[in-house]
């Protein structure tokens, strides 16, 4: 496949969907970004690679320019090693929260808001404060109203009109409300009873944890009669929006997690959900690219073209006898560079961080056997101006079709300052499941297939939807994020642990051996920023303290 694969096509040939016949304005559009393609280089096209043409020494090396990867070089930064490297296979950092611009406007392409930060989550809150996100007044902190996600935030269209939330809540009959009240009181009773944290590394897990970590939030449900579609369809939503699969799929400890680590569960007219209704995210028109540009500016100046290289594939990494040697494929000089570090970040996903190490470690194979990850597809679509509505609740950020298996839009405009109406672009999410065949899928449909999954839910309220459709761009996702099934718990407590001696039972912070050490979302089991910006954080500081010497590689 060619790097961008530009196409046209007409919004009717597009729309058996909608049943409309008569032709509309040519849609341009295709897929983004290359690092789909070349990461498959690795076992799609076998091949031996040439010896190495150009061979570079450092200091310390980060591969990998995701969250996890920009949050290990900002820690060796702060802890004054300059002499670093981060190597990342696309063109640009950010991983799955990068951004771009689309007509001109800024867009995701992958993670779209940042939950204001727990109490555990200290190095994201810290972060928030050096970016001015964040700041103390009066005692007490203040977020900046610019990042907050203004009003309203989410809504749902069910039964031809807009409500307000996404959770069901009109109409409903007095047995879905009753069961909302149950689940509430549940999840009240969990919070009070075990301990929840993001990130996961800072809570202890309880038997109770684990015991939940053994079944499908789907049985757990069953088991206590929560059978209530509205009710199901809104957790199996949740679940598919934050790990990538539904309630039959992950543990029921994630699902639980979902709920307990944050804001809980609250019935529709409780006092709870009057103020959870006003619960804040923080959010840019390209998502979590706002935080990608501003992690990876420091790494891209003029010192040797920067210290951010991007186009490197990673081929291989082995800990030899003086330093770490990687050797990488530089696309743009089709060429095989060698690197010779005296520590390694490893911030690349589980499946690949095995592939690559040479003799990786029993528990890095034994974890990238047993993880399964979702496939996600992501496209924005360019509008001419803000489409017509159907009634009820006025236009949100978050706009969700009940019963759609899609995951809504975010409209980018959302958080602009200018009230007047406008051109904007819509980002439209979708979670495709578990398994080879949903990555399959991504890699052999053409773009034509994924636009028109993503806005056949969205004709009907939005009936113009095509008339302002100007050009429509797909961001594909293979291995976007490890899904938490039953079991990735158990597994995750029994990775190795670098204190002495084991107070508690929980999730290791660092994982690390010789000069290597491995910093990425996956080793949490789930994705989030919080999770992966503090897994690099943390990696990062060991590195700093091997290279000083204070920790023997």
Known sequence: MKR???????AASALGLAGCSRTMPVLEGGFEDASFERGHLLHENPRRWPAPAVSRRVGALVLGGGIAGLAAARALRQGGVDDLAVLELADQPGGNSRGRELGGLACPTGAHYLPLPGDEAREVQALLE?????????????????????????????????????????????????QYQL?????????????????????SLSPGQLALDALTFGQWLNQRGLNDPALRWFLD????????????Q????????????????????????????????????????????????????SHRGGPLYTGRLVLRIEDQRQAVAVDVWDVAQQRVERW?????????????????????????????????????????????????????????????????????????A??????????????????????????????EQPWTHWRDQLLKDYLVPHPDLLAQAQRFSISRHGHAMAVPVPGTLAHLT??????PARTRLGVPAVLAEGRLSWAHGDWSGYSVFEEAFTRGHEAGQHAVLQLRGRVPS
């Open 494 to 499: 029994r990775l190795p642990q670098r204190a």
């Open 4 to 10: 961008r694969d530009w196409l046209t096509s007409t």
């Open 130 to 178: 050096e970016l001015g996100v964040r700041r103390r007044e009066a005692g007490r902190w203040v977020y900046d109203e610019h990042a907050l996600c203004h009003s309203p935030q989410e809504r749902l269209y069910q039964n031809g009109q807009w409500q307000e939330g996404l959770l069901p809540s009109q109409d409903q009959s007095p047995t879905t409300l009753a």
């Open 250 to 301: 992950v543990s029921a400890w994630a699902g639980l997690h979902y709920f307990a680590s944050r804001h809980g569960f609250q019935a529709p007219g409780s006092e709870a959900a009057a103020q959870a209704a006003e619960s804040a995210v923080l959010t840019w028109p390209e998502g979590n690219g706002w935080l990608v540009e501003r992690l990876a500016a420091p790494l891209q100046g």
């Open 414 to 443: 959302h958080q602009r300052l200018d009230p007047r109406p406008g051109p904007t672009v819509l980002s439209f999410y979708s979670a495709l499941g578990l398994g080879h065949a949903a990555r399959r899928q991504l890699l």
């Open 340 to 412: 010779l570090a005296a520590h390694c970040v490893v911030a690349l996903p589980v499946p690949v961080a095995a592939r690559v190490q040479a003799a990786a470690p029993d528990w890095v194979q034994a974890t990238a056997l047993r993880w399964q990850h979702a496939a996600w597809v992501v496209g924005n679509l360019q509008l001419a101006a803000p489409l017509t509505d159907r009634p009820g609740a006025a236009p949100a950020w978050d706009n969700v079709v009940y019963g759609s298996t899609g995951l809504g839009y975010v409209n980018a």
């Open 183 to 203: 689940f509430a009181r549940l999840v009240d009773t969990e919070q009070k009873q075990n301990r929840y944290a993001i990130p996961l590394s800072r809570q």
């Open 237 to 248: 939503y949740c679940c598919r929006d934050d790990y990538g699969a539904g309630v039959d």
